[in-house]
């Protein structure tokens, strides 16, 4: 989490929450992110991760 502070990520944090809310495929929403960009593969993968677990963990809190 330390490593995401940049606001560069906050897109795909943005849509890792709405990957998981929308109930589209996460894994598909993955490897769609690896084609298209193009660096920063390892933070982008973990911020959509951390999008994703959020909507979950709102819920149990």
């Not at 993955?30 to 959020?54: C, S, T, W």
Request: aromatic share 4%; hydrophobic share 50%; charged share 20%.
């Amino acid at each position: 989490k330390e490593r995401l502070t940049n606001v560069l990520f906050a897109n795909m944090i943005m849509l890792g929450a709405l990957t998981r809310l929308s109930g589209m495929d996460h894994a598909a929403m993955k490897r769609a992110m690896l084609e298209v960009i193009p660096r920063f593969h390892e933070q982008n993968l973990a911020a959509l991760d951390l999008g994703y677990d959020l909507p979950a963990a709102a819920r149990c809190a």
